[in-house]
């Protein structure tokens, strides 16, 4: 009891002594402001706790149109030629071999994994088809271990480093082999082992839970950073602003990566927004920005490098924005040619297409040939196609993993619904087609 009353006392002088300090120094504070200005030096840094500015005497509102936008940041142009030899990153005949190859695989997986939703094969896909520099040029600048959050067009990032054609036929099939045991729609990767967190559909949601995963390494001080990508469509979601808000005011090691290709689903950015893009938004976060030419393989290399090294060294969030274009149609659920025309993408796709640019650039360096190339594009079809072909005669998991491996312990609901199922489906056995299932 007497302890509890000696606390009790402690507490009310340390709030006293405290009260007057800070009486004291207010006190301080403005009569040296009276004492300024009874000299006549006259007030021009706000003492406002939220805004850092000059005054000023002038009536002027902010205008979006009275600037040029902010820069982009490029390397090389559409030939390959680079502008700038002490920004070209030099990297090894291998890596640079391997980056072309990472893109143009993807490319052959598109194709093929599209035409298979066409035919009814599979339930659904999502091309990459103009974004693949995006992917292989960020992928390349981080470490093994860094955590990636991936929205849903991010198939290059784990191409990269080490996704195997299997696993991802595996996957759109849903089959006995796909990591997620059929619980996922087609492309929607993930893995423990590349460090990349499982994709889920609805838009945004992975911001938030990437800026805390980011939250969790900083206490750790593990020397890693999380890589969150996104497209500026989702970046109209609040979840968007929650994550920059509190990766900001947390100070993160997060990269924010903004994937802007022109159209959310079937939205043009006219419509979207009225901003300069997204990079605007980092600034007005607190965050460090740049905006990157995201056709440019090197560029987009050099800024993800550069910003995981001040996510890393100064333990806070970076904006990248990287300027792109969707080449094909959002998903096998869309038809772009409703919203944009035949020859816009064309341009596009012949005029400054990631792929071409990059294939320019290596081979001016004597890396590859155009022999070089039609012999690995026949061998990269060739594997696509026979990984394919595993993956469609595999057997599809057993039907009550459906009620697994959501739960550490199957809840007593779930537990009834699972009885009842398997006591519907041994009644009704002669209904379904359990021979195409594992037993």
């Known amino acids: 009891m007497a302890l509890s009353?000696?606390?009790?006392?402690?507490?009310?002088?340390?709030?006293?002594?405290?009260?007057?300090?800070?009486?004291?120094?207010?006190?301080?504070?403005?009569?040296t402001k009276r004492h300024q200005h009874s000299e006549g030096e006259k007030e021009t840094l706000a003492q406002f706790p939220g805004a850092k500015a000059e005054y000023t005497q002038k009536l002027e509102f902010l205008q979006p149109d009275v600037y040029n936008g902010?820069?982009?940041?490029?390397?090389?142009?559409?030939?390959?030629?680079?502008?700038?030899?002490?920004?070209?990153?030099?990297?090894?005949?291998?890596?640079?071999?391997?980056?072309?190859?990472?893109?143009?695989?993807?490319?052959?997986?598109?194709?093929?994994?599209?035409?298979s939703q066409r035919q009814g094969r599979i339930s659904f896909y999502m091309t990459n088809y103009g974004e693949e520099a995006t992917h292989i040029g960020s992928a390349a600048a981080l470490q093994p271990k860094d955590l990636v959050y991936g929205q849903y067009r991010e198939a290059g990032v784990l191409m990269h480093r080490g996704f195997s054609l299997d696993q991802f036929m595996n996957q759109c099939y849903g089959n006995s082999q796909d990591g997620?045991?059929?619980?996922?729609?087609?492309?929607?990767?993930?893995?423990?082992?590349?460090?990349?967190?499982?994709i889920s559909s609805p838009l945004a949601t992975q911001m938030p839970q990437a800026a805390g995963s980011a939250y969790a390494f900083k206490r750790a001080q593990n020397g890693l950073v999380v890589i969150c990508y996104f497209g500026e469509g989702a970046a109209s979601e609040g979840d968007a602003h929650a994550a920059f808000n509190f990766a900001a005011t947390l100070e993160c090691p997060i990269l924010f990566f903004c994937r802007n290709n022109g159209y959310a689903i079937s939205t043009p950015v006219q419509d979207q927004y009225r901003g300069d893009g997204i990079a605007v938004r980092g600034p007005a976060y607190g965050m460090a920005t740049i905006r990157v030419d995201g056709n440019d393989a090197l560029a987009v290399y050099n800024a993800t490098k550069a910003a995981r090294d001040i996510a890393i060294k100064e333990n806070r969030p970076v904006l990248i924005e990287a300027m792109t274009y969707r080449i094909g149609h959002h998903s096998t659920s869309d038809d772009?040619?409703?919203?944009?025309?035949?020859?816009?993408?064309?341009?596009?796709?012949?005029?400054?297409?990631?792929?071409?640019?990059?294939?320019?650039?290596?081979?001016?360096?004597?890396?590859?040939?155009?022999?070089?190339?039609?012999?690995?594009?026949?061998?990269?079809?060739?594997?696509?196609?026979?990984?394919?072909?595993?993956a469609e005669k595999r057997l599809k998991p057993k039907w009550t993993e459906m009620f697994t491996e959501v739960y550490d312990e199957i809840p007593k609901d779930l537990k009834r619904?699972?009885?009842?199922?398997?006591?519907?489906?041994?009644?009704?056995?002669?209904?379904?087609?359990?021979?195409?299932?594992?037993?």
């Open 417 to 439: 619904q699972q009885e009842e199922m398997e006591a519907h489906v041994k009644m009704y056995k002669d209904k379904y087609p359990l021979q195409n299932f594992e037993s």
């Open 70 to 115: 902010i820069p982009i940041y490029r390397v090389m142009d559409r030939s390959g030629v680079v502008f700038d030899q002490s920004h070209d990153p030099n990297l090894s005949e291998e890596e640079l071999i391997k980056w072309y190859k990472s893109m143009t695989l993807l490319n052959t997986m598109d194709k093929i994994l599209y035409e």
């Open 180 to 198: 997620g045991k059929g619980k996922q729609m087609p492309v929607h990767y993930g893995s423990d082992d590349l460090s990349f967190v499982t």
């Open 336 to 390: 772009s040619s409703a919203y944009r025309s035949v020859d816009e993408v064309r341009y596009w796709d012949q005029r400054d297409h990631p792929i071409t640019r990059f294939y320019n650039y290596i081979t001016r360096k004597g890396y590859w040939s155009e022999a070089m190339d039609k012999e690995w594009k026949d061998d990269s079809r060739k594997q696509v196609l026979q990984a394919f072909a595993r």
């Open 5 to 31: 009353v000696l606390r009790q006392v402690a507490r009310n002088v340390c709030s006293r002594t405290i009260v007057r300090a800070n009486q004291q120094t207010a006190t301080t504070f403005f009569q």
